[in-house]
């Protein structure tokens, strides 16, 4: 099978890692070599970019965090994500360009369209086979957040309006490109969305080595 490319991507809480999981043990199982990445944060450099991007306390100008990310996410496609996917492996990433359209775009109320040119500018206009997006209404997410975090993030402690319009875009970006996303309601059972999540992959790989 040539490499397959797949983002969760979703509001804060949504449960993106859980289902990352889920999905990485069951492509091991299937005989896959799976590549685990995320932005930001997914390489050496990354890391000291998401210090800056989320943990930094004081104010940040919305474009110089936008350039922050297309920065991490150019080093990250350059030397995790292409070399994988050239050796015929799964990459499943926690975020993705849809984030930062999302984010930067909609929720610091920058153009949505500017800052997805970046983004296919730093990563040379790859795109994912598949991208999960688990919709959530931000006040669950909210309350899920609150029981879990160990740490300041400048994302998750935006007001409820910034989140808002973070799940507007997302919807909106899904519903442009059909093909691409799988919407999931975020709220069903963990094991029922891994198995919507399982299908989809599933007639994805079947179209890969027809």
């Known amino acids: 099978m040539t490499g ?4 969760l991507e979703g509001g804060d809480g949504s449960g993106k890692s859980t289902q990352s999981a889920l999905l990485t043990e069951w492509l091991v199982a299937r005989g896959e ?4 990445a995320r932005e930001p944060g997914g390489t050496e450099l990354g890391l000291e970019l998401r210090e800056i991007i989320l943990h930094r306390r ?6 110089a965090e936008a350039l922050l990310y297309a920065a991490d996410r150019a080093h990250n496609i350059a030397t995790v994500v292409r070399p994988a996917l050239a050796r015929g492996e799964v990459v499943i990433q926690d975020r993705y360009l849809d984030s930062s359209v ?6 610091r109320v920058l153009s949505m369209a500017e800052v997805r040119e970046l983004s296919l500018w730093a990563t040379e206009g790859l795109l994912p086979h ?3 997006l688990l919709d959530l209404d931000p006040a669950l997410g909210r309350e899920r957040l609150d029981a879990s975090r160990t740490r300041y993030d400048r994302l998750e402690a935006e007001a409820a309006v910034f989140h ?5 875009a997302y919807l909106e970006l899904a519903a442009a490109e059909p093909e691409r ?3 999931l309601d975020a709220a069903l059972p963990v094991d029922e969305l891994q198995q ?10 079947a179209t890969l080595t027809a």
């Open 58 to 63: 004081g104010y940040m100008a919305p474009r």
């Open 181 to 183: 996303f799988l919407v």
């Open 130 to 132: 598949l991208t999960v």
């Open 164 to 168: 808002e319009r973070v799940r507007a």
């Open 4 to 7: 397959l490319f797949l983002t």
């Open 196 to 205: 919507r999540i399982r299908d989809r992959v599933s007639a994805l790989i």
């Open 33 to 36: 070599t799976v590549v685990h």
């Open 102 to 107: 999302a984010y930067q775009g909609a929720g």
